[in-house]
């Protein structure tokens, strides 16, 4: 019988980084130029530390405005349309 992975073999991969980006931060990610309306997809770096919901994690959204250094993200979760406040380092353009 083939041996399970169980769930935490999936969070290792999702926190895995490649060997040359590991424990860099990068600062044109960090300091990235995003205007409102653009719709962006949330994903994580593990390099930063922060309290970060993991239902959000792989989502889309659109940029509806800021908040100092940091983006409020609308995303859709099922029926309802929440905003979170994300710092542009968790962002990727679409």
Known sequence: MAA????????????????????????????????EGTQVAVVRDFGVNAAFPKR???????IIGTRGTCKLVSIADGNKVKTYILHPIHLKKI
């Open 4 to 35: 399970r992975k169980g769930v935490l073999s999936v969070n290792k991969m999702v926190k895995g980084q490649k060997i040359r980006e590991k424990g860099k931060v990068k600062f044109s990610k960090y300091f990235q130029k995003l205007e």
């Open 56 to 62: 959000i994690q792989g989502k889309s959204g659109k």
